[in-house]
């Protein structure tokens, strides 16, 4: 499943926000694989942060003046984060620019880690790292749909809870962009999602 991931990932031509004036972040999708079984590496943030706080995220931040790229952004904060090395990480590529709602363009990188890593929790920042398998997110167990407006358009984003921790809104986002670039998920976000409808279909 990496190889077909790395491959969408590579052709994929990710959609660019032209944002002016706005700050940029980035964030790391980290991929790992277990016993054939991808999964994906999140985030809670640290409740005592300013923003998000509380929240699943992945890791990434705010770009500082020095970085040379925004990939180079979400290799460091990733560092800062959660202590993983980006000698350690094979980035894919990017995905689609987002705007989150504090006015902040967020470029996500996909990157796959090797069998073997540590994790370690930044805990000024970082509260829990977990993981969730690919599968569970193919399947779209929704726990409901949130509509999030920008660029003059609708997205009806799916809201996922995985093992008490709560998945929304941007990240959710990001997740299931992703699923449908690189696993053909085709998981509805332009249009309202009828959940009566789905359970007939199933």
């Given at each position: 499943?990496?190889?077909?991931?790395?491959?969408?990932?590579?052709?994929?031509?990710?959609?660019?926000?032209?944002?002016?004036?706005?700050?940029?972040?980035?964030?790391?999708?980290?991929?790992?694989?277990?016993?054939?079984?991808?999964?994906?590496?999140?985030?809670?943030?640290?409740?005592?942060?300013?923003?998000?706080?509380?929240?699943?995220?992945?890791?990434?931040?705010?770009?500082?003046?020095?970085?040379?790229?925004?990939?180079?952004?979400?290799?460091?904060?990733?560092?800062?984060?959660?202590?993983?090395?980006?000698?350690?990480?094979?980035?894919?590529?990017?995905?689609?620019?987002?705007?989150?709602?504090?006015?902040?363009?967020?470029t996500p990188y996909v990157g796959i880690l090797p069998d073997v890593f540590e994790l370690t929790p930044n805990a000024?920042?970082?509260?829990?790292?977990?993981?969730?398998?690919?599968?569970?997110?193919?399947?779209?167990?929704?726990?409901?749909?949130?509509?999030?407006?920008?660029?003059?358009?609708?997205?009806?984003?799916?809201?996922?809870?995985?093992?008490?921790?709560?998945?929304?809104?941007l990240t959710a986002l990001m997740l299931t962009e992703l699923m449908n670039v690189a696993f053909d998920a085709n998981?509805?976000?332009?249009?309202?999602?009828?959940?009566?409808?789905?359970?007939?279909?199933?």
């Amino acid at each position: 499943m990496l190889d077909k991931l790395r491959m969408r990932v590579m052709d994929h031509k990710p959609r660019v926000i032209e944002a002016a004036g706005l700050p940029e972040a980035a964030v790391l999708i980290p991929i790992t694989c277990v016993h054939n079984e991808p999964e994906i590496i999140l985030t809670l943030r640290s409740k005592r942060l300013s923003t998000h706080s509380g929240e699943v995220a992945f890791p990434g931040g705010r770009r500082d003046p020095g970085d040379v790229d925004l990939q180079f952004t979400a290799l460091r904060e990733t560092h800062e984060e959660i202590g993983l090395s980006p000698e350690l990480i094979d980035v894919v590529g990017p995905m689609d620019s987002l705007v989150s709602r504090f006015g902040i363009k967020v470029t996500p990188y996909v990157g796959i880690l090797p069998d073997v890593f540590e994790l370690t929790p930044n805990a000024d920042e970082i509260e829990e790292i977990f993981r969730v398998p690919v599968s569970y997110l193919l399947e779209d167990p929704r726990e409901m749909t949130h509509r999030i407006d920008y660029e003059g358009r609708s997205w009806y984003v799916p809201s996922y809870r995985y093992e008490g921790f709560k998945i929304w809104g941007l990240t959710a986002l990001m997740l299931t962009e992703l699923m449908n670039v690189a696993f053909d998920a085709n998981i509805p976000l332009s249009i309202p999602y009828d959940s009566d409808q789905e359970k007939k279909s199933r």
